[in-house]
């Protein structure tokens, strides 16, 4: 995610990089080849006593079913998720009425090592940085009632499990829910909701919530910053939906069927994701290219043609960028798509980034930054995740750092300089000559808004650069190569890339990692 106050400092670092623009040579993006575009839990009871009739079985089928998102040569990475949790989920959706109707089955599976006597749900339309009304109307455990308690303001769902579910079992959930959307983007920002013939539907489903060595991680997340941490899953997705709209979604659409009464049902599935999101419109253009065996997608509105065709352009160079200095994305596709946001440049989801409306009108500047670090995000978040709200610069500053890279392949190494000395170096002296310097290393809600975004994105990548100078290029990018390898569809902490950074480089990196992301200047 790119924020405002980041945005801000983006804003003066493109100003000063504006005269070496046109004074560099840089090396072109490849021009794609475009095809025809196509057309708050309101309070609830300890118990939920649902009728006893339990619902059918639900066949979840054979891992087969999940391939058509992935690129064939990654279809193997999927014998790994036989016992992954996997999400099943029908969403019934009315703009009219600024509403969704959801029914959903969760085959949910103890990775950990410890038995577990319950089980916890989020909610997070229903947290101050969405402004939704989510409501739970039946759940079942095993095709039984469930004994349920709402926590943090009706944002969570402990779920008590009629026996312990021992490592490496499986329990069956079954969910019906609703969900009002917000209709302005009134806090947060405003990922979910409708606003200008745009239905965004970020988190609008219940999740299930990473467990580890700290419990269930079920914090309440500041409005500002990522407020999800998840593991990495597989989803079936059903939508139906006013049959003109068009649809962008993480994974990739296996059918369409047109209802006859004005709705039509699209289905999606996904790889090994830890999140899923859909954005619709009826005014939706698409435009597409490949990256490889990529599909690359960019929805834009009607009015924002050529800015629809730039954010397509910096989204595939950047793909390809990544996919030589980190690793393979293995997703059958990529979207990228415009929205209306409230102080976010854009926002991350796996296979799919939301850039904000009125940076389309842009050339370069801050619109190509937002679109290259969303991008890069599909590696530092998507494929390689992390706990975002307690270490949120691990994602961040390296997303944030990723940028340097994209620049210095597109543009060349003087340009990638500059940016570097204008927009990190700069900013953070100024940081420091303000008496504003403050610890990295920190949960999101340490810090107070206005530090969060020059502290994590101005101040963070500057560990990466400064380990880039003390180890050299090659055993840098062998670093990240050997970390996204490590860590792909699991979960990295710190004290993992710092073990990464040691083994490859043989070098101890303690030393920095201490000045740069556990100190700050008095």
């Known amino acids: 995610m790119v924020t405002s106050k980041n945005r801000q400092l983006i804003i003066v670092a493109a100003l000063a990089l504006a005269l070496a623009c046109t004074l560099a040579t840089p090396s072109p993006a490849p021009t794609p080849v475009l095809p025809t575009p196509t057309p708050r839990l309101t309070s609830l009871p300890p118990t939920i006593t649902p009728s006893p009739t339990a619902w059918p079985t639900f066949d979840w089928g054979s ?80 095709s039984q009632p469930a004994h349920m308690t709402t926590e943090l303001d009706n944002s969570a769902l402990r779920v008590a499990l009629p026996a312990p579910l021992l490592p490496g079992e499986q329990v069956d959930f079954a969910l019906d829910f609703q969900v009002q959307l917000p209709t302005k983007a009134e806090e947060g920002y405003g990922q979910l909701g409708i606003r200008d013939g745009v239905v965004a539907l970020a988190n609008v489903y219940p999740v299930i919530p990473v467990y580890d060595d700290e419990g269930w991680n079920v914090e309440l997340a500041p409005p500002y910053g990522d407020a999800t941490y998840t593991d990495t899953a597989l989803y079936q997705v059903h939508c139906t939906a006013p049959v003109g709209m068009v649809v962008a979604a993480s994974g990739s659409q296996v059918d369409w069927v047109d209802n006859g009464d004005g709705t039509a049902t699209w289905t999606f599935v996904s790889g090994p994701m830890r999140d899923f999101n859909l954005i619709m419109s009826n005014d939706f253009q698409v435009i597409s290219t490949t990256v490889g065996e990529v599909t690359v997608n960019s929805y834009f509105l009607p009015t924002d043609a050529a800015g629809g065709q730039r954010a397509l352009d910096y989204a595939s160079a950047a793909l390809r960028v990544y996919n030589d200095r980190f690793g393979p994305y293995p997703f059958a596709e990529f979207d990228v798509v415009e929205v209306p946001l409230n102080g976010a440049g854009g926002i991350e989801y796996p296979g799919l980034v939301v850039i904000d409306r009125a940076l389309y009108s842009q050339e370069r500047g801050y619109f190509e930054h937002a679109t290259v670090h969303e991008t890069a995000h599909q590696w530092w978040y998507s494929l390689v995740g992390n706990d975002q709200l307690d270490e949120p610069w691990l994602d961040e ?126």
């Open 63 to 142: 891992l087969s079913a999940y391939e058509t998102a992935m690129l064939p040569s990654f279809r193997g990475d999927l014998m790994a998720f036989a016992q992954v949790t996997r999400y099943a989920i029908d969403l019934t959706v009315n703009p009219e009425d600024a509403l969704v109707v959801g029914h959903q089955r969760v085959l949910y599976t103890n990775t950990e090592g410890v038995p577990l006597n319950d089980v916890y749900f989020r909610f997070f339309p229903n947290t101050p940085g969405y402004g939704g009304t989510a409501t739970v109307n039946r759940l079942l455990v095993n």
């Open 397 to 522: 500053a390296l997303t944030n750092y990723s940028v340097v890279v994209y620049f210095e392949k597109v543009y060349g190494q003087k340009f990638a300089e500059m940016f570097v000395e204008d927009y990190f170096v700069h900013n953070y002296d100024e940081i420091v000559k303000a008496g504003r310097d403050e610890i990295v290393g920190r949960p999101v809600a340490e810090f107070s808004e206005e530090q969060y975004g020059p502290i994590v994105y101005v101040k963070g990548p500057l560990f990466f650069h400064y380990l880039r100078q003390q180890v050299g290029d090659e055993t840098f990018f062998a670093i990240l190569r050997t970390y996204f390898q490590r860590y792909r569809y699991d979960i990295a902490t710190p004290q993992g890339f710092l073990a990464v950074a040691n083994e490859v480089s043989g070098q101890d990196i303690t030393p920095l990692y201490e000045k740069w992301i556990l100190s700050a200047e008095p």
